[in-house]
């Protein structure tokens, strides 16, 4: 059984680990900041930029533990707060409601396959209905073939179908815009 719990400046070591665990390198390079700031604004330290925002509310997102062990990675947060998002052909805005974003997974080789990621997802789902978010959104990779972990960082749109999101918008015909909406 996992537990899954914001990321704060208490539980900071746990996502450095977590990120510095094989299969994690792109993690380790992003620091799940890449879609926070518009191009021109990223800042040069990664790192430093998640931990600033793991200082404040609502977290950028969520570990997954297996014991005290950190096992995976969800980013997750306000869709305003991902300014990436606005340029996107694929993830641009559906409409104007006011959704959360479920952007990427991160879990460890050793992890994968083990129901880390669903958890994650549950997780998100229900850390979401107690910040009283309305609707959250994914853009996961729908391909029939199995594909590259490399490729998956924003999980698998079958994950999400069993979750209950539902496509509303399909840009790209592996890249659909999935949304939950989990009520007021």
Request: aromatic share 10%; net charge positive.
């Amino acid at each position: 059984m996992l537990k899954i719990k914001p990321l704060t400046l208490a539980n900071w070591d746990d996502i450095e680990t977590l990120f510095s665990a094989k299969g994690c390198s792109v993690a380790k390079w992003c620091w799940c900041v890449h879609y926070r700031f518009a191009k021109a604004a990223m800042p040069k330290d990664r790192k430093a930029a998640l931990k600033k925002l793991a200082k404040g509310e609502p977290p950028p997102g969520l570990i997954a533990y297996r014991g005290k062990v950190p096992v995976g990675w969800v980013s997750l947060g306000p869709r305003a707060a991902f300014q990436k998002l606005e340029t996107s052909r694929v993830m641009k805005a559906v409409d104007d409601a006011p959704v959360w974003s479920v952007i990427c997974f991160v879990v460890p080789a050793a992890e994968r396959g083990q129901g880390v990621a669903r958890a994650l997802l549950d997780g998100a789902i229900a850390f979401a209905r107690k910040q009283k978010v309305t609707a959250l959104e994914a853009y996961p990779i729908d391909k029939a073939e199995v594909s590259t972990p490399m490729s998956m960082w924003f999980g698998a749109a079958s994950m999400f179908s069993r979750a209950g999101f539902e496509v509303v918008a399909r840009r790209k015909p592996e890249r659909p815009v999935m949304r939950l909406g989990l009520g007021k």
